[in-house]
């Protein structure tokens, strides 16, 4: 059952990274307006970079299965949006207001493409419990 | 019509020896039933744990629902082991001497 204990392991680290690119996703999308930061300056979009996790593979021996992991949330440097809106408290000389680099439809393309990564390792994992339940009725 | 003699059976002189060693002693049959009830056990543990944490909000919910899931298939393996042991046993014990 090792080799499937490897793919479940690889599924579940997928279903964490699927997990923080939608948490990532989720939270580009509730600061698009957020025109102060920590720093003082607009929210920056975020990014996730995965990677794949060869531990499981080194831990297991010769399991196929491959984990993924979170390497790093990036920062976007892309500049920021400026918006004419002279009223605005943090509006600049000229009225312009620096908005987030955040573009929405992207986001939301963004969630979508997780959601459904994450549905597909949940898929993942139902077959591998379904083919260890057909093994454990060889035993019946 | 003559018929040839019959010859000398010819002995071989060396013996190889036999390849096949005899199998080293096997842990014993409790010793690995042991072994499956302390997995199971760890198992039943693990799920605990991350049910506990999700629970508390640190875990995820489909953490937790994997270490149920695999708790749950160590119980079923170690049943199915049981079942085949007590009917193993009551084989033997039906047989006819």
């Keep these: 059952m090792s080799t499937l204990n490897a793919a479940l392991n690889a599924s579940a680290s997928a279903l964490n990274a699927e997990r923080t690119r939608i948490e990532v996703a989720v939270s580009n999308l509730a600061n698009a307006e957020s025109t102060r930061g920590a720093d003082g300056k607009p929210y920056r979009r975020r990014d996730v970079v995965l990677a794949a996790d060869h531990s499981f593979e080194k831990a297991l021996g010769e399991a196929g299965a491959i984990g993924v992991k979170v390497a790093a949330i990036v920062e976007d440097n892309e500049p920021f949006q400026r918006r004419h809106d002279p009223s605005h408290p943090d509006a600049d000389a000229e009225g312009f207001v620096a908005m987030p680099n955040v573009n929405t439809p992207e986001e939301m393309v963004n969630m979508l493409s997780a959601s459904r990564a994450y549905q597909a390792n949940l898929t993942a994992i139902g077959l591998i419990r379904e083919l260890v339940q057909k093994a454990l009725e060889l035993g019946k | ?97």
């Excluded at chain 2, 039943?44 to 875990?59: F, I, P, Q, S, Y």
């Excluded at chain 2, 160590?74 to 014990?93: C, E, G, H, S």
Aim: glycine share 6%; hydrophobic share 45%; aromatic share 4%.
């Design chain 2, 1 to 97: 019509m003559s018929i040839p003699a019959i010859g000398p059976l010819v002995a071989p002189s060396t013996v190889s020896p036999s390849t096949s060693t005899s199998p080293a002693p096997s842990a014993g049959f409790v010793e690995s039933l042991g072994k499956l009830l302390e997995t199971t056990e760890a198992s039943g543990d693990a799920a605990n744990t991350a049910v506990e944490k999700m629970l508390d909000g640190r875990g995820e919910v489909h953490d937790a629902m994997i270490a149920l899931q695999r708790a749950e298939f160590a119980l079923q393996f170690t049943v199915q082991v049981r079942n085949k042991l007590v009917q193993a046993y009551q084989d033997i014990m039906r047989m006819s001497v």
